[in-house]
């Protein structure tokens, strides 16, 4: 992890920032770029001049404008499960009350397309590096993979957006329309399927955190089931079971610990070492201020919903709930604190615990894209759906993710596996539930509650003060503002 980190670090420095920002909006918030470009031709001739144009693609997601927090504000906060009860910035998400110029919508899109233009020039520049071609191809795999995460996150968002796929280097280059939903979707899958071709099976030692065939497989797979493309999605997903290259850890806990950040179990995720970049992760996710010993101060942003099952109608025999949320905790000096009875009086979480975090914003905990379990899961549903009936396959899925939850042996019947003989539309419904206990603020949630419809209309049912005309995010105003391919015709219905 510490390698990966080291290597962002030195690429930025080396490089400049050649590798420009993403569409027009990038114009205000990063201007001083444009007077450290190096030239690109005096840049790109060696091998390690295009893994450092991989890395400086993958660099954009360590911003506290992405991963670092900002995103997860904006995604945990929009679902059902995560709340907050003060400030008037967060509030608007957890209500789902926006305005175009919010500052998590204007950042994480600028973030995104930050990442996707520097893939875009890897994928351009890398292509003429007299170097070994398995490598080359690889490189050039892995800015594929990363273009077509940060549109699936676009798209998921926001809908259509616009859509580029060749290098900007210059501010002229930046007026793009928007494209529809369907050609955005399209340009993912046909991305997806190149990184599949040329990624390596699997990584070690300093390459650990870097994507693999299974990471492209995966988000394909994810990418299927959002599109209600049910046989490919379950295919796909076999394809990641059968290659052997991942497994569930016995312990859930283990999933989450600092030490064993890149298990078997974990497919890709976002590389954090703490003390030289860090998320919020674990003082956001806390309570009780400094007294809470895993996080240097546990401030409480991100609240549990106590409405939502994960709160209500969570089994306590299940051993992810007490991990995963809580209202009581022992405190440094030894005393049982109860969060309730405390300045920020809610319930908390637990799974980014960070007990050596020297200050907020050094969690070192990496965020999880993508996990075994998500692909049983996904599995799961995709092939029951596909079926029109679930099949021993599909319950095989999701009975090892629900034997982890109770500590019962994983490939071996357990009293706590569901039970046989249901529908379709109930095994579906049980799935997804396990999904919700299964991914509580691993930015899984919001996305389901898009793709089956439930969204915004599950927060209405919460009370909160909804804007029932939007089912998406809003098109940032900077970037209708700043590019003049886009009107307020191109802005999302509801704004």
């Known amino acids: 992890m510490k390698t990966i980190i080291n290597t962002y670090k030195r690429t930025m420095l080396a490089t400049g920032l050649i590798f420009g920002c993403g569409l027009s909006s990038c114009n205000d918030s990063l201007q001083e770029e444009v007077f450290s470009f190096i030239s690109t031709e005096n840049f790109y001739k060696t091998a390690a001049d295009a893994e450092s144009a991989v890395y400086a693609a993958y660099q954009p997601f360590l911003s506290n404008s992405y991963f670092g927090y900002e995103f997860y504000n904006l995604c ?14 967060f ?28 893939a875009n020039t890897g994928i351009k520049r890398i292509a003429t590096i007299e170097m070994n071609e398995e490598l080359r191809a690889a490189y050039i795999g892995e800015c594929y993979f990363i273009r077509a995460y940060n549109y699936f ?47 390596p099976l699997s990584r070690s030692g300093a390459q650990l955190g870097r994507v693999t065939k299974g990471s492209a497989q995966t988000l394909l797979a994810e990418v299927y089931l959002t599109l209600e493309n049910w046989q490919l999605a379950a295919d796909k ?63 409480a942003v991100w609240s549990v919903e106590q409405q939502s099952d994960i709160w ?16 009581e905790f022992v405190s440094r000096s030894g005393k049982l604190i109860n969060l309730f009875e405390t300045a920020r009086p809610f319930p908390a979480f637990g799974k980014y615990n960070s007990p050596s975090e020297s200050a907020q914003g050094n969690c070192p905990i990496n965020p999880i894209v993508h996990r075994y379990a998500d692909v049983l ?43 046989t003989g249901l529908g379709l539309a109930a095994f ?19 996305f389901d509650l898009m793709r089956t419809g439930q969204f915004p209309a599950i927060l209405k049912l919460q009370g909160k003060t909804i804007n029932e005309k939007a089912k998406l995010l809003p098109i940032p105003a900077a970037e209708i503002s700043a590019n003049s391919a886009l009107s307020n015709a191109d802005q999302n219905v509801g704004y």
């Open 76 to 89: 945990l906060l929009a679902d059902d499960q995560v709340t907050i009860g003060r400030n008037p910035v």
């Open 153 to 199: 996150n676009l798209v998921r968002l926001f809908g259509g957006v616009p859509l580029t796929t060749t290098e900007i280097a210059a501010p002229g280059q930046t007026n793009t329309p928007k494209s529809t939903k369907e050609q955005v979707y399209e340009q993912i899958i046909s991305d997806l399927k190149e990184a599949e071709k040329s990624l």
């Open 91 to 118: 509030q608007a998400v957890d209500n789902f009350n926006l305005t175009a110029d919010h500052t998590f919508v204007t950042n994480s899109w600028r973030q995104m397309y930050l990442c996707i233009n520097r």
């Open 237 to 299: 997903a076999k394809e990641v079971m059968e290659s052997g290259q991942y497994a569930l850890l016995p312990d859930f806990k283990q999933v989450f610990s600092a030490t064993n950040e890149n298990s078997k179990e974990i497919i890709f995720s976002i590389q954090f070492d703490g003390p030289q970049i860090g998320t919020s992760f674990a003082a956001y996710a806390h309570g009780g201020g400094a007294d809470n010993p895993n996080t240097a101060l546990g401030a």
């Open 312 to 327: 209500k109608k969570w089994d306590a025999s299940d051993n992810r709930r007490a991990f995963t949320v809580y209202n």
């Open 428 to 446: 579906r419904e049980s799935v997804l539930r396990e999904r919700g206990f299964e991914f509580v603020i691993e930015n899984k949630r919001l």
């Open 377 to 419: 899961l996904i599995y799961a549903e995709a092939s029951a759906q596909a079926q029109g009936s679930p099949g021993a396959a599909a319950y095989e899925a999701v009975n090892q993710v629900r034997r982890r939850a109770y500590s019962q042996p994983l490939n071996a019947v357990s009293t706590v596996d569901l039970p």
